[in-house]
């Protein structure tokens, strides 16, 4: 009874760690950065706000309403008739004074409107780019610490086999001391290196907990949520490929946030020049006469003069602004076109020599000291080997395995860059 509860319990652990440590590859990383990353949401809230703006640009302005006495005496008898005596004659005399209602509305000129909508709709374009800018820095981001953290796994790997490995050989060296057929100082040697392995060890597995919080952040998760990356590695023939400049020019977004905002210049100087045209009002008065005075009212249009010269001075020295803004961002495009070509160029001859190193490795460097490993382990296991040669040969062949996921993840990361350069991701 107390065995089938054992097993129970047992099953039930496993199936909770198998439900809470997740194994997730890139694209899921990439998808759950892109959807729930809060930057990105900023982004996306902002380009909503200008269309919001763009649909309110062509609005005019409020009327405008008043009411109130229009050339009325203070004395307030006046406002009745008066019957006044002239030459013995009595004369009736009509009331002076209007109580008046008005309206005022000013007209817009809708060329204006309509180049300021444009100006604003473009203005969203530019936070959709830079939206995007920001997701090709944070997948970058994510890449890198993905990468950084399969590689860290296996070189965990790799220390925990040369533990066990340190473990048998301690294990025989002592059953041989009993012998005389091992030295205490190379047990002691032994013991040493197990140690630094495990200090190595743990240092590695806290750098990977730091790496795998900075990436829950990433994705918008929460810290205590456990998961495993996708142990598969990805290695691309980036060195093979052509550079197409005209691909980069419609690809990177931060070229294109420099597109977006060399158009929304181009509609900021278009409203610009159209403050040149005029605007155009209405005003209306009604006027209710007191002391037997007909009603009267009054209409009359009216039209703004900006290209009077002391109020065309602004719109004038906005146009000439732009003109240079245009011209810097003209500048900073191509800029940003040769750093990055020189850059991809210079990525590709890095990744060819990541690639032969790792491949010295494979074919010579490894093999070589595998053999001579298995060669002092052999010797050692037969009583014709010192312990301190098997200990030596096993450290170099421990380093060397280190050394080359080191230059494993050089590689990844320089590929993770060059997708960053043409926003592969």
Same mark, same amino acid.
């Given at each position: 009874?107390?065995?089938?509860?054992?097993?129970?319990?047992?099953?039930?652990?496993?199936?909770?760690?198998?439900?809470?440590?997740?194994?997730?590859?890139?694209?899921?990383?990439?998808?759950?950065?892109?959807?729930?990353?809060?930057?990105?949401?900023?982004?996306?809230?902002?380009?909503?706000?200008?269309?919001?703006?763009? +649909?309110?640009?062509?609005?005019?302005? *409020?009327?405008?309403? $008043?009411? &109130?006495? %229009? #050339?009325?005496?203070? /004395?307030?008898?006046?406002?009745?008739?008066?019957? +006044?005596?002239?030459?013995?004659?009595? *004369?009736?005399?009509? $009331?002076? &004074?209007? %109580? #008046?209602?008005?309206? /005022?509305?000013?007209?817009?000129?809708?060329?204006?409107?309509?180049?300021?909508?444009?100006?604003?709709?473009?203005?969203?374009?530019?936070?959709?780019?830079?939206?995007?800018?920001?997701?090709?820095?944070?997948?970058?981001?994510?890449?890198?610490?993905?990468?950084?953290?399969?590689?860290?796994?296996?070189?965990?790997?790799?220390?925990?086999?040369?533990?066990?490995?340190?473990?048998?050989?301690?294990?025989?060296?002592?059953?041989?001391?009993?012998?005389?057929?091992?030295?205490?100082?190379?047990?002691?040697?032994?013991?040493?290196?197990?140690?630094?392995?495990?200090?190595?060890?743990?240092?590695?597995?806290?750098?990977?907990?730091?790496?795998?919080?900075?990436?829950?952040?990433?994705?918008?998760?929460?810290?205590?949520?456990?998961?495993?990356?996708?142990?598969?590695?990805?290695?691309?023939?980036?060195?093979?490929?052509?550079?197409?400049?005209?691909?980069?020019?419609?690809?990177?977004?931060?070229?294109?946030?420099?597109?977006?905002?060399?158009?929304?210049?181009?509609?900021?100087?278009?409203?610009?020049?159209?403050?040149?045209?005029?605007?155009?009002?209405?005003?209306?008065?009604?006027?209710?006469?007191?002391?037997?005075?007909?009603?009267?009212?009054?209409?009359?249009?009216?039209?703004?003069?900006?290209?009077?010269?002391?109020?065309?001075?602004?719109?004038?020295?906005?146009?000439?602004?732009?003109?240079?803004?245009?011209?810097?961002?003209?500048?900073?495009?191509?800029?940003?076109?040769?750093?990055?070509?020189?850059?991809?160029?210079?990525?590709?001859?890095?990744?060819?020599?990541?690639?032969?190193?790792?491949?010295?490795?494979?074919?010579?460097?490894?093999?070589?000291?595998?053999?001579?490993?298995?060669?002092?382990?052999?010797?050692?296991?037969?009583?014709?080997?010192?312990?301190?040669?098997?200990?030596?040969?096993?450290?170099?062949?421990?380093?060397?395995?280190?050394?080359?996921?080191?230059?494993?993840?050089?590689?990844?990361?320089?590929?993770?860059?060059?997708?960053?350069?043409?926003?592969?991701?």
């Amino acid at each position: 009874m107390l065995k089938n509860k054992y097993i129970f319990s047992l099953i039930l652990a496993l199936l909770y760690f198998n439900a809470s440590a997740q194994v997730l590859n890139f694209d899921i990383v990439k998808k759950s950065i892109l959807f729930d990353n809060p930057e990105l949401e900023m982004y996306r809230q902002q380009a909503k706000s200008m269309d919001a703006m763009a +649909e309110g640009a062509k609005a005019w302005e *409020a009327p405008q309403i $008043g009411a &109130g006495f %229009f #050339m009325t005496p203070y /004395k307030t008898s006046y406002w009745r008739p008066q019957v +006044e005596t002239f030459n013995g004659m009595n *004369a009736k005399m009509p $009331g002076m &004074g209007n %109580f #008046m209602i008005q309206g /005022k509305q000013m007209i817009p000129n809708p060329a204006r409107l309509n180049a300021n909508r444009e100006y604003l709709r473009s203005v969203s374009s530019i936070e959709t780019e830079s939206g995007n800018t920001t997701a090709n820095k944070l997948l970058y981001d994510a890449k890198k610490l993905f990468n950084e953290i399969q590689i860290i796994d296996r070189k965990i790997d790799i220390l925990k086999d040369a533990e066990h490995t340190l473990e048998t050989m301690i294990t025989f060296g002592e059953s041989k001391i009993a012998y005389n057929q091992e030295m205490l100082s190379s047990i002691y040697k032994a013991r040493s290196q197990k140690a630094q392995l495990q200090n190595e060890r743990i240092m590695m597995e806290n750098e990977r907990k730091q790496k795998l919080y900075y990436l829950h952040s990433l994705m918008n998760r929460k810290g205590e949520e456990l998961f495993h990356v996708d142990s598969q590695l990805v290695i691309k023939d980036y060195e093979k490929y052509a550079i197409d400049t005209a691909s980069l020019k419609f690809n990177r977004s931060d070229l294109l946030v420099l597109d977006k905002n060399i158009q929304a210049t181009f509609l900021k100087q278009k409203v610009e020049r159209y403050k040149s045209r005029p605007d155009f009002g209405i005003e209306f008065g009604h006027m209710f006469a007191f002391g037997e005075n007909p009603n009267q009212f009054t209409l009359m249009g009216m039209m703004s003069i900006p290209f009077a010269p002391w109020s065309s001075k602004m719109y004038r020295s906005n146009v000439l602004a732009y003109n240079y803004q245009l011209k810097a961002y003209y500048s900073q495009k191509q800029a940003i076109m040769n750093e990055s070509v020189g850059m991809i160029y210079g990525l590709k001859s890095e990744i060819s020599s990541a690639k032969y190193q790792m491949e010295l490795y494979k074919t010579m460097i490894l093999p070589s000291l595998k053999k001579s490993y298995d060669l002092a382990m052999l010797s050692y296991s037969q009583n014709t080997g010192e312990l301190f040669v098997a200990l030596d040969a096993q450290m170099n062949f421990q380093m060397a395995k280190i050394q080359y996921e080191d230059i494993t993840l050089k590689l990844l990361l320089l590929q993770a860059e060059y997708e960053k350069q043409l926003q592969l991701f």
